[in-house]
Nanobody, 123 residues
Framework: QVQLLESGGGLVQAGGSLRLSCAASGRTFSSYVMGWFRQAPGKEREFVAAISCGGGSTSYADSVKGRFTISREKAENTVYLQMNSLKPEDTAVYYC????????????????WGQGTQVTVSS
């Protein structure tokens, strides 16, 4: 089992950048596919990005492709989400999630979740 703790959220102006971090506990971190999801008020939780166990494969939602970058640091048991060129529509609570097996884009595929971190982008 793995426990996840996100950090790095905050308030930023449109066009700005933030880097989210997700620290994982447990010795099996490298065996999990890791993903980032977000949920805005009144909306469903949506996929943002995912990264394979080894970090060699990534996938992104079309809405963030070219602006966001997911990465993982095995030695630090940490997953990052670098967010550039932020837009007001990126405002949401961002969640880190982990799963066994293959990469996935659906929240119900992920067994482990952090508590979320708020990202607010002002226009």
């Amino acid at each position: 089992q793995v426990q996840l703790l996100e950090s790095g959220g905050g308030l930023v102006q449109a066009g700005g950048s933030l880097r989210l971090s997700c620290a994982a506990s447990g010795r099996t971190f490298s065996s999990y596919v890791m993903g980032w999801f977000r949920q805005a008020p009144g909306k469903e939780r949506e996929f943002v990005a995912a990264i394979s166990c080894g970090g060699g494969s990534t996938s992104y939602a079309d809405s963030v492709k070219g602006r966001f970058t997911i990465s993982r640091e095995k030695a630090e048991n940490t997953v990052y989400l670098q967010m550039n060129s932020l837009k007001p529509e990126d405002t949401a609570v961002y969640y880190c999630a982990g799963k066994n097996g293959y990469s996935g884009r659906y929240y119900y595929e992920y067994a482990y979740w952090g508590q979320g971190t708020q990202v607010t982008v002002s226009s």
